[in-house]
């Protein structure tokens, strides 16, 4: 089970000082045993609970989403006025309960982390308050092992990172109101905006599937250009790349973790001389940072699950039919020909050729 906390937009809204921006010191916490949980069970924070439950309720394979308080003092505090305050350390949190045949937590964490800001302590969007902490919290040492390795690739994406991470203390539910609160109000706030939920709602490539190997069986596993594109942020030869001039049928996957990335239906003919592509298959595929190397400032685009290192994007590329021109170095891709898709696990992507 996930647990999701996440903090809601209030009418009556705290305004804190710099000082109180810091977690402040609590009462002694309330620690629950939940030994009894069941294993397919997370707990989340991530601003507005509102927002948070709406989305993980929206993610196929999501059993239940409630919206509750985590991590505080103990119940007599866990109302909602009460936190307001500040002071008791709850984070608004969901717990998710999924079930793992049809979406991975791997799927479900990764869609956490695409709506929130990791960098920021006691915020969220127009959110401020200890309350809105962001937090992802475990009951077993199975789930505990997931969330460590997602935390790791997620930290390692960000100069500050400041999202709690550690074992469940107790967990208590919101009030009635709270639960399916957008489904009772569906004018009501929520910082998840309704495009981002249907987009994460109808992803069909599960992050899952395609974990990063250890370090060691990437090293083994790659050319010597492929290891230093895609994991030292090198850049291969213009003209001299396998794909730059190939134009099959077929989809292009992380040449790491077999992450579909790309589909040949969406690249074209371009002078740069490596592979471009209009868009990937699904946005949140790709993960863009600031690039300032070599004294010009780009996007850089690395690979969701593998945070392999794929090239650049760019807009305003007149070759582009959209304008937008990923530009992706051929080492760090593999591809899947349209006749190979089903026999290399591939074809529940064939739609993307009807």
Known sequence: MLLLITSCFANTRIQQSAKQ????????????DFSQEKENVIYLAGDCFWGLEKLMQSIPGVIDAQSGYANGTGKADAKYQTILGGKTGFRETVRVEYDPAKVSLDHLLLAYFYVIDPTVLNKQGNDTGTQYQTG???????????????????????????????????????????????????GGYCHISPAKIKLLSSLKIDAGAYKKPAAETIRDKLTAEQFQVTQQNGTERPFHNEFWDKFAKGIYVDIVTGEPLFSSTDKYQSSCCWPAFTKPIEAPLLVERKDTSYGMVRTEVRSRSGDSHLGHVFTGDRESPNGVRYCINSASLRFIPYEQMEAEGYGYLLYLFK
């Open 21 to 32: 921006q810091l977690i402040p010191k609590v009462k002694e916490v309330t620690i629950m």
């Open 136 to 186: 992802i919290y475990y009951t077993n040492t199975q789930v505990q092992a997931v969330v460590e390795r997602i935390v790791e690739l997620e930290r390692g994406r960000h100069k500050v990172f400041a999202v709690e991470v550690g074992p469940l203390k107790n967990y208590y539910p919101a009030e009635e109101y709270h639960q399916n609160y957008l489904d009772k109000n569906p």
